[in-house]
């Protein structure tokens, strides 16, 4: 029997403090498409996306995430992951089919910096209705309809007070993701982990911070744009709207080209990511970085200074 494998990230269900904002953002201004809205719920995706959502956002008293979601390559892997994480020590939670509207069954789990993950395989590829509906069979969406308007869901990073290494161990060991690029501190700790099961540089990074007040918080998502001029139009539109961002600018790591800004609702921060390198060696190396390379490691050129609001940079997952 052949070990269980994730294909990619699905979804991140996010809960907002102010649902209204939130939607605002994520709708209008970023340019998702609401799939549905059921029991409070509202599942969005982007024009390029076809599963029922890349993102659920529920109203709550306060904001975090209430999981991330990845979805395996074949029907079997769900429940043969729930049979390796239990007897590695994880407890496992079933969802049943329907719980998650347009998702099948699915497990429950906590990583060791107790950030949620839920792993699934079963998922409706809802179409869009006729009016936003592209000509283009292989496209859900017309592109362009409204905001900034990325093509996908990209990656997420998450953020926790442990080294970066406690997780990354548990993401390669346990789930089978492969170490891209990574930044070692001076006592070979990982300050920073990029990973993936694609060919993305990474589908998940893991970002260190010994001040971080939890073990589990979110440092961004991220929507996947076709090419930097889509970025310098997602800066207008921004700008016009009045939102302080970071960036332009490009990562030395993945040699993407970003823009940051923060979801006036819930305080998540959101990465708009474009014209990073793809990796199909099976042989591949990881690259690692030094502190002391940083410099180029995280900002190869642009904007190095932190204009984002500093009351919520963050939340817990």
Not at 5 to 18: C, F, N, P, R
Not at 130 to 147: D, E, M
Not at 164 to 192: H, Q, T
Not at 208 to 234: E, G, K, M, V
Request: glycine share 6%; net charge negative.
């Amino acid at each position: 029997m052949s070990l269980p494998e994730i294909a990619k990230l699905g979804h991140v269900a996010l809960v907002s403090a102010d649902l209204e904002k939130s939607l605002w953002f994520f709708k209008e201004l970023i340019g998702l498409e609401e799939t549905e809205e059921v029991n409070g719920t509202h599942y969005l995706r982007a024009w390029g996306d076809f599963e029922h959502h890349t993102l659920s956002i529920t109203a709550g008293e306060k904001s975090y995430v209430d999981h991330i979601a990845w979805r395996t390559k074949r029907p079997e892997d769900v429940e043969q992951f729930a049979h390796l994480l239990e007897e590695a020590g994880t407890e496992v939670s079933w969802v049943e089919a329907g719980v998650e509207t347009g998702q099948g069954r699915a497990i429950r789990f906590k990583l060791p910096s107790e950030h949620r993950f839920e792993i699934y395989y079963d998922m409706e590829k809802t179409l869009a209705e006729p009016s936003k509906r592209s000509v283009l069979k292989n496209q859900t969406y017309k592109a362009w309809a409204k905001g900034v308007s990325p093509r996908r869901i990209d990656h997420v990073n998450i953020l926790t007070s442990l080294k970066a290494n406690v997780i990354s161990d548990y993401l390669m060991e346990k789930l089978g993701f492969k170490m891209r690029e990574c930044v070692k501190a001076p006592d070979e700790s990982l300050i920073g982990a990029w990973l993936s099961v694609t060919p993305l540089v990474h589908d998940i990074a893991v970002s260190h911070d010994p001040f971080s007040p939890s073990t589990h918080q979110i440092h961004h998502l991220s929507y996947w744009l076709d090419n930097a001029q889509d970025l310098l139009r997602a800066a207008d539109i921004l700008t016009e709207h009045g939102l302080k961002f970071k960036g332009p600018g490009k990562h030395g790591i993945s040699q993407a080209m970003y823009i940051y800004v923060v979801d006036p609702g819930s305080g998540v921060r959101v990465e708009l990511f474009t014209n990073g390198y793809l990796i199909f060696e099976p042989d591949w190396e990881p690259i690692v970085w030094t502190l002391d390379e940083m410099d180029v490691g995280f900002t190869f050129w642009g904007d190095q200074t932190d204009t984002l609001p500093e009351n919520n940079p963050t939340i817990e997952a």
